[in-house]
């Protein structure tokens, strides 16, 4: 029989008026949304299904909307009965993949990813961080770029190993510059500077992940009950020590998201479903491997033919 995973986008996906269709639909996805307001003390709800756009998008707003947004359609999933084999998401979205796992409550996690957001948008100035896409080099030649670069004093690295061709780097503002110029030098296809509000997945994320460590002690954090593949190390983990202490350090570290992927497929992964707004990560999927089947889950039509699909498979 074939596994499932589930996989939970990030920050990126967020859209205005993601998950009000199904919210209308059923009172089950509505109460996720009310439990973010009541925990948060926002109307958090307001933001995503109203907007405007540019609070959506500010780091503390997108980050506790996209995991809400994920888990209240999860819900109708855990409803279906369909439970995934592993769980994974992209940067936030780990957060995600960690509450659809039984280790980390909802309410717990929407009040550590609103956390993070703040220490993340508290650590570099803005303006003083960078990130940007590189199409078309391997992670081996881009790691002598970041190297090179940063050992003259501007300090960059590879921060999301998305899919072969497509890395993304972060670091200070010169560092990225200075990076970008050099990679295309060396015949990277194009390099895209992205419009993010800080160094996401780099050293400079440092400060961050202790402000990160201490939240995470306040919650409780518990053995998952589904495996989830780790963005430090693409490694199926469920022990709860080990769960904080990689959140920790995701913080600071590249997103192995590739690897990721190819970890599943090695565990037996053929459909992979992502649960949340937008199809990025299942054109990932795609890009590592075309065989694998993959589903998108952010509407009501999606939902219904995805899980007909899954059931028919079972």
């Given at each position: 029989?074939?596994?499932?995973?589930?996989?939970?986008?990030?920050?990126?996906?967020?859209?205005?008026?993601?998950?009000?269709?199904?919210?209308?639909?059923?009172?089950?996805?509505?109460?996720?949304?009310?439990?973010?307001?009541?925990?948060?003390?926002?109307?958090?709800?307001?933001?995503?299904?109203?907007?405007?756009?540019?609070?959506?998008?500010?780091?503390?707003?997108?980050?506790?909307?996209?995991?809400?947004?994920?888990?209240?359609?999860?819900?109708?999933?855990?409803?279906?009965?369909?439970?995934?084999?592993?769980?994974?998401?992209?940067?936030?979205?780990?957060?995600?993949?960690?509450?659809?796992?039984?280790?980390?409550?909802?309410?717990d996690g929407v009040?550590?990813?609103?956390?993070?957001?703040?220490?993340?948008?508290?650590?570099?100035?803005?303006?003083?961080?960078?990130?940007?896409?590189?199409?078309?080099?391997?992670?081996?030649?881009?790691?002598?770029?970041?190297?090179?670069?940063?050992?003259?004093?501007?300090?960059?690295?590879?921060?999301?190993?998305?899919?072969?061709?497509?890395?993304?780097?972060?670091?200070?503002?010169?560092?990225?510059?200075?990076?970008?110029?050099?990679?295309?030098?060396?015949?990277?296809?194009?390099?895209?500077?992205?419009?993010?509000?800080?160094?996401?997945?780099?050293?400079?994320?440092?400060?961050?992940?202790?402000k990160l460590n201490?939240?995470?002690?306040?919650?409780?954090?518990?053995?998952?009950?589904?495996?989830?593949?780790?963005?430090?190390?693409?490694?199926?983990?469920?022990?709860?020590?080990?769960?904080?202490?990689?959140l920790v350090e995701?913080?600071?570290?590249?997103?192995?998201?590739?690897?990721?992927?190819?970890?599943?497929?090695?565990?037996?992964?053929?459909?992979?479903?992502?649960?949340?707004?937008?199809?990025?990560?299942?054109?990932?999927?795609?890009?590592?491997?075309?065989?694998?089947?993959?589903?998108?889950?952010?509407?009501?039509?999606?939902?219904?033919?995805?899980?007909?699909?899954?059931?028919?498979?079972?």
């Amino acid at each position: 029989m074939s596994k499932i995973a589930f996989i939970f986008p990030g920050q990126g996906s967020q859209t205005v008026g993601m998950g009000s269709q199904l919210a209308v639909l059923y009172p089950e996805v509505q109460a996720i949304f009310n439990k973010a307001d009541e925990k948060l003390g926002v109307s958090l709800s307001s933001i995503i299904f109203e907007g405007p756009q540019e609070q959506l998008t500010l780091t503390v707003n997108t980050q506790p909307a996209l995991l809400t947004t994920s888990i209240a359609i999860y819900e109708k999933f855990k409803q279906s009965g369909i439970i995934p084999d592993y769980v994974a998401g992209h940067s936030l979205g780990e957060y995600t993949a960690l509450v659809a796992a039984e280790s980390i409550s909802f309410e717990d996690g929407v009040f550590a990813v609103r956390k993070r957001g703040e220490y993340m948008e508290e650590a570099v100035p803005a303006g003083l961080g960078a990130m940007a896409a590189v199409l078309g080099m391997d992670a081996s030649q881009l790691e002598e770029v970041t190297t090179s670069v940063t050992n003259d004093g501007n300090p960059v690295q590879l921060a999301n190993l998305n899919c072969p061709g497509q890395i993304v780097i972060s670091g200070s503002a010169r560092g990225v510059e200075l990076a970008s110029a050099l990679a295309k030098e060396k015949g990277a296809k194009r390099v895209i500077p992205l419009e993010v509000s800080g160094p996401f997945h780099s050293s400079l994320m440092k400060p961050a992940a202790e402000k990160l460590n201490d939240t995470l002690n306040s919650i409780s954090i518990n053995e998952a009950k589904v495996p989830v593949v780790a963005n430090v190390n693409a490694l199926p983990i469920t022990q709860a020590e080990e769960i904080k202490v990689k959140l920790v350090e995701q913080l600071y570290s590249p997103v192995r998201w590739q690897q990721s992927v190819e970890k599943m497929v090695e565990l037996g992964v053929d459909t992979f479903v992502e649960v949340g707004p937008g199809k990025v990560l299942s054109g990932l999927v795609k890009k590592v491997d075309r065989s694998l089947k993959t589903f998108a889950v952010y509407d009501e039509e999606s939902l219904t033919t995805t899980i007909q699909s899954l059931k028919g498979e079972k």
